[in-house]
């Protein structure tokens, strides 16, 4: 596709339950990035994977959060036993190569409440 | 003290005016700056990058980067109220592939 692509776009689940949320990167892209914005939050880093190399999971929060990345394309983030401070906008980000100089580009992003 | 610190507004300019946006950060091994544009619901948008000292023009966007004074800036020329929006100003340094964002600055443009 055009560009990086998101689902769902919106999801409403309960306290406790697990979710996934997908990321198609864009066409040629090698380096995925999750990010996720809370209400009246900046950006914050999750997880960085490039090519077949070890993902960066410096960002993640707590051991709830996972995410994988099959085939070097799309990823899956999953948070399980989800609570309410889960709720946010999550995003997705790709960029041609994983090097600090590359631009990155967003998807529509997920947004998230828990209930 | 943030990593990187933005205003955050509302600054208000009047259409066809420039609009001035600031950015300063604390880690001097930061190396590639960027400027996003986020309408309000929707995810963020690239609008420019800069990697060296000076300026670097994009039509009506100008980047300003110093990086003695560990300061960035993005000015909008001739702003239009379709400018009005949220500015994020993000970082990185080179042993590390992940954005720090600011919280960014809510631009206004009264027609």
């Known amino acids: 596709g055009a560009g990086v692509s998101q689902s769902p776009s919106n999801k409403v689940t309960e306290k406790g339950k697990d979710v996934e949320l997908r990321c198609d990167p864009i066409?040629?892209?090698?380096?995925l990035y999750w990010y996720r914005q809370s209400l009246g939050q900046g950006l914050e880093f999750l997880i960085y994977?490039?090519?077949?190399?070890?993902?960066?999971k410096s960002g993640l929060p707590s051991d709830r959060f996972s995410a994988e990345r099959t085939g070097g394309s799309v990823s899956t983030l999953t948070i399980q036993r989800t609570q309410q401070e889960d709720s946010a906008v999550y995003l997705c980000?790709?960029?041609?190569?994983?090097?600090?100089?590359?631009?990155?580009?967003f998807g529509d992003g997920t947004r998230l409440s828990i209930l | 003290q943030k990593e990187v610190e933005q205003n955050s507004g509302p600054l208000s300019v009047p259409e066809g005016a420039i609009a001035s946006l600031n950015c300063t950060y604390s880690?001097?091994?930061?190396?590639?700056f960027f400027w996003y544009r986020q309408y309000s619901g929707k995810s963020p948008e690239l609008i420019m990058f800069?990697?060296?000292?000076g300026d670097k023009e994009d039509g009506r966007f100008t980047a300003q980067l110093n990086k003695a004074s560990q300061y960035v800036s993005l000015l909008i020329r001739d702003s239009q109220p379709s400018d009005s929006a949220t500015y994020l100003c993000?970082?990185?340094?080179?042993?590390?592939?992940?954005?720090?964002f600011g919280s960014g600055t809510r631009l206004q443009v009264q027609p």
């Open positions: 980000a790709s960029s041609l190569v994983g090097q600090s100089n590359q631009p990155q580009h």
């Open positions: 066409s040629g892209h090698t380096a």
């Open positions: 994977f490039q090519g077949n190399s070890a993902p960066d």
């Open positions: 880690d001097r091994g930061s190396q590639s």
């Open positions: 800069i990697y060296s000292n």
């Open positions: 993000a970082v990185s340094r080179g042993g590390r592939r992940a954005l720090t």
